[in-house]
């Protein structure tokens, strides 16, 4: 069990002289932005650092080839000789392959210089070049030229038979080029066709200056400058090639990412952590112990569902009874919009792990989808749909958004910015949804978008799951097998399993291709209100009203943990997620707390007053913001957050 007597955590004002100096070796950067634990502020990225984009190129030839040297450097410090002279011999391989390439280059700009085109021909039957039909039809026109140029007619008919004509296709005007150049063969000279203001004529400026110009475009195609000096050094000796790789290179560079993340983390342990594994990155454990100002409000009935958007966390999303989806911003917690289109209260909000994708499931019977475009701030908007095919609509209408053709009209969210259902922008007031995907009727209960942001999940009243194409709108499966209304399903992290819980006391597992159930599981003695996947798909919670939460071990097909001491028995649906590290559980309550176990012990450790006005339906955890969400009866949302003045407030009977 993890121990509230364990906890030692700092803000970043005690971290500046303790952790810091811990970090012997390793390069410190400029002083921290907005760490302090107890603000609104967080520490994304450094002051006057760009938040998105690439510091290298991962596809450069040069960096890839750092990362080999690091790679085999490492593997012959510990031992593993000859897997690195493996690594080393493919990697010199693709080393002389490159080499011969630029060999080859160079004799091919050599030749067209020296107009030797015998020769430029044959080496680029040598090369990839081959299979480039532009540069190609660009050389055979160039010897065209010089030919006519020289009054050897006979010659440059052959070659505008044998060579060009097969690449007609692949001239920069078309047709009409491979005319002008059939007309030039009556002309004694190119500069002769200037009076019929042929094109090819009037761009002509002697056979040298044509064959610099495609001299030029081979090595701007090439990228022979930058491949030479990467593969064959530059004369300096300031190559990356020529450079020693210093010692424990791989290892210096881990620790400096990982010294970067504990640095930037929204808490600071005391003592320096030890990484166990480096297939994740580092998350400060924190058990949240108060409310983080301010509260979210802006909502005119309860809310029913939250969720973050995206991985990163950086917005946060709510569903209501007021039939609305509010955005709000997780740093500061300020409304950025809401959203409007359903004609019934919001059941349930699901976001894609890149943010682009938002999806909202009403009692209207219908999905919401809104999309976000990584150039523009805020979410696109676009049609109403009618509420399901039985009304007047036998296929759905597909927005422009979600075929992928220009939406810059269409507008975007924002606390003054709107749409009319005409798609026009109107003053301050809510906003459309982007597509409407209809359903067979009744409520919508659930909804979760695929991984992979191609296809939204929704199951709710007609006890029926259903898989729609985001691109299209249509229904392209349907998982039929449960006896009562489904509460709540969700993909596995490969996006090839579903799982779902029903008011029938059953969560089942269905194939997604296929679209037959494959496991059942019928442990429960209530209504089942939720079901959630830890992050690698071996582990599930499940929130039932048997006032229970269990946790599941999907490889023995079994359940090893039954948390209690929170309420779930009325018609509300009450949640539950994997909190910090997913080494505790938090969920909502029906006597407006929060409730916090750890995962070994099944213990209650913390419990936070959440709502005085009936019950918390819902609490989600974001491990990239550190942050607890909650939603209830009161309309309000709330952020909580790991607090070093105020201590934790254990549960009576609950052991330390």
Sequence with gaps: MISPSRMHWTDATESATGSRALWSGVPQGPALAGVHVGNNTRPLVREGAPRLGLVFDPEDPCIQRDMLRMIRQYLEDHGYVLSSMVVNDEANLMEREARSQQWQARRIRSAILTGDW??????????????LKVFLYA?????????????????????????????????PRGPAEFRDLCYLLTCKSVHEAHAASIPLSLDWGGSQAGRELLAEQLTRLLDMEQEAECVFGDPQGTSPQRREVPPHRLEQLVQQAYA??????????????RIRTLLEDYHCFAIPNAERPPRLCGHEANIKCVTFVGKEGLMLATGSSDRRVGLWDTDSGALLGMLSGHSSRVWDVSASPSGRVLASGSADGRIGLWVSEAHAPGF???A???????????????????????????????NSTSVRPGGGLSGAGPGHALTKLPTTGGDVYTVCVHPAET????????????????????????????QAAVTRAVFNPHGNLIVSGSKDSTIKFWDIISGVCVRTFSFHFGEVTSVELNSTGTLLLSSSKDNSNRLWDLRASRPIRRFKGHQNTSKNFIRACFGPNELLVVGGSEDGQICIWDVESATL?????????GPVFSAVWSQQQSLLASCGND?????????????????????A
């Excluded at 050389?139 to 050897?152: G, K, N, S, T, V």
């Excluded at 109403?384 to 975007?412: F, K, R």
């Excluded at 450790?605 to 006005?613: M, V």
């Excluded at 949302?637 to 009576?652: I, T």
Aim: with cysteine.
């Design 118 to 131: 015998s020769e430029v021909e044959r080496l680029c039957q040598k090369t990839p070049l081959k299979n």
């Design 139 to 171: 050389l055979y026109r160039q010897q065209f030229l010089e030919l006519i140029e020289r009054h050897e007619t006979e010659k440059a008919y052959a070659v505008l038979m044998k060579r060009l004509k097969p690449l007609e296709g692949h001239a």
């Design 260 to 273: 970067y993340q504990i640095e930037f983390a929204r808490y600071h342990p005391l003592v320096l952590p």
């Design 380 to 382: 696109r908007l676009g």
């Design 384 to 414: 109403m749909l009618a509420h399901h095919p039985a009304v007047g609509h036998g296929s759905v209408a597909t927005s422009a958004a979600m075929q992928g053709s220009s939406i810059s009209s269409i507008g975007s969210i924002g």
């Design 455 to 482: 296809h939204v999940l929704s199951g709710g009243y007609d006890k029926t799951l259903r898989l729609h194409d985001i691109r299209t709108g249509q229904i392209v499966r349907s998982f039929v097998g449960h």
């Design 605 to 613: 450790i913390q419990r936070l007053t959440a709502c005085r006005r």
């Design 635 to 655: 309309g309000d949302a709330r952020l909580w957050w790991y607090d070093p003045s105020r201590p934790l407030s254990v549960p009576d009977g609950a052991a």
